[in-house]
T-cell receptor, first 115, second 119 residues
C-alpha cells in the first residue's frame, strides 16, 4: 500500500536553531512531493513542492526540503527557526490512482519553537 | 494570489438538518477542487475530487449520498452534509487547483476550513 510517514508527532526547537521535520514515503513510480503548514484552527498553506530537477527545493517562509530518492525521503528544513513557525506540518505525496491522481497526507508533525 | 474562500467558517446545527459549505476560488479558475475532512488530532482524509461540470470522484468509504458535492463553475464548489448527525462533526477543508494542460503538478490552494458541530 502506498503511504507517507512523518515519524515524529512533535518537534521542539529553540528559536534561532535549525529545524528538520522528517517525511518518508512508500509509493510506486515517481511521486510529486509537497509540504503544507497549518496554523491553529486554520486551513492549510502550501510551502513547497518537488516535481523534478534539483533535489533541494526552496519554498515559502525560508523553508526548504531535500528530495532523497534512495532513502525515499523529503525532509523539511529551515536554517534558523522562528517562534512564528510553530504550527502543524503535513507532508503529502501525489501518486497515480485509478482514473487520475491521489494525494496522500502524512499524519502531521507539530512544531514548537521556543523563544 | 491564489486565494480560496470557504464559507461558513463555523456552523452549529441540530441533528437531522443539512448543511452546505461553499468553496470559492477568488482570483483564479479552479479546474479541480478537493474536499478534505480533518478529525481531531488526526490527519487529513481526502473525501472527494471534483472537476467543473462533472460528477465528483469519491474516495473509498465516503458516502456519496451523505456528502453531496457540486462543482458547478470554475470558481465554486459546494459540499452538502445531508441529514447530519453528531458523528459528522469535524473540520472540513476545501482546496482548489488549476490543471494546466495535462499537468496536474500544480500546488493546491486551501480554504481556511469549516468547523461543523452537530448537536
Amino acid at each position: 500500500a502506498q503511504s507517507v510517514a512523518q515519524p515524529e508527532d512533535q518537534v521542539n526547537v529553540a528559536e534561532g536553531n535549525p529545524l528538520t521535520v522528517k517525511c518518508t514515503y512508500s509509493v510506486s513510480g515517481n511521486p510529486y512531493l509537497f509540504w503544507y503548514v497549518q496554523y491553529p484552527n486554520r486551513g492549510l498553506q502550501f510551502l513547497l513542492k518537488y516535481i523534478t530537477g534539483d533535489n533541494l527545493v526552496k519554498g515559502s517562509y525560508g523553508f526548504e526540503a531535500e528530495f532523497n530518492k534512495s532513502q525515499t525521503s523529503f525532509h523539511l528544513k529551515k536554517p534558523s527557526a522562528l517562534v512564528s513557525d510553530s504550527a502543524l506540518y503535513f507532508c503529502a505525496v501525489r501518486v497515480p490512482n485509478t482514473g487520475g491522481f491521489k494525494t496522500i497526507f502524512g499524519a502531521g508533525t507539530r512544531l514548537f519553537v521556543k523563544a | 494570489g491564489a486565494v480560496v474562500s470557504q464559507h461558513p467558517s463555523w456552523v452549529i446545527c441540530k441533528s437531522g438538518t443539512s448543511v452546505k459549505i461553499e468553496c470559492r476560488s477568488l482570483d483564479f479558475q479552479a479546474t479541480t477542487m478537493f474536499w478534505y475532512r480533518q478529525f481531531p488530532k488526526q490527519s487529513l482524509m481526502l473525501m472527494a475530487t471534483s472537476n467543473e461540470g462533472s460528477k465528483a470522484t469519491y474516495e473509498q468509504g465516503v458516502e456519496k449520498d451523505k456528502f453531496l458535492i457540486n462543482h458547478a463553475s470554475l470558481t465554486l464548489s459546494t459540499l452538502t452534509v445531508t441529514s447530519a448527525h453528531p458523528e459528522d462533526s469535524s473540520f472540513y477543508i476545501c482546496s482548489a487547483r488549476v490543471d494546466r494542460g495535462r499537468s496536474s503538478n500544480q500546488p493546491q490552494h486551501f480554504g481556511d476550513g469549516t468547523r461543523l458541530s452537530i448537536l
